[in-house]
Nanobody
């Protein structure tokens, strides 16, 4: 059973920081590659960051240098540390899981993901 539960969103001022967490079921974490996406009102969902199980990462250009994706294999949890937040980072942030090679897949395409969490809202003013 695929389970993804996001937490950590909130409202911050520009320049502030937030840390998002995505708790996955063990089955999910062991079988699927994972990533963070976001969707602002009226906009398409877009990939933010992904990490392979061996630690390789890929970021959206607009967040590179400000956001850091990480994972805790013991806790089956994905994280997104967001620093220097900007108003344009305001969106619903989603954790997603996809079928494929956990160690070589670094895609940020929405179509490559099969399962989604309920989302956590991030508002930057």
């Amino acid at each position: 059973h695929v389970q993804l539960v996001e937490s950590g969103g909130g409202s911050v001022q520009a320049g502030g920081s937030l840390r998002l967490s995505c708790a996955a079921s063990e089955v999910t974490y062991r079988r699927y590659y994972m990533a963070w996406f976001r969707q602002a009102p009226g906009e398409e969902r877009e990939g933010v960051a992904t990490i392979s199980r061996d630690g390789s990462t890929t970021y959206r250009i607009s967040v590179k240098g400000r956001f850091t994706i990480s994972q805790d294999n013991a806790k089956n949890t994905l994280y997104l540390q967001m620093n220097s937040l900007k108003p344009e980072d305001t969106a619903m942030y989603y954790c997603a899981a996809g079928r494929g090679d956990l160690f070589s897949t670094l895609t940020l395409r929405v179509a490559d993901y099969n399962y989604w969490g309920q989302g956590t809202q991030v508002t930057v003013s």
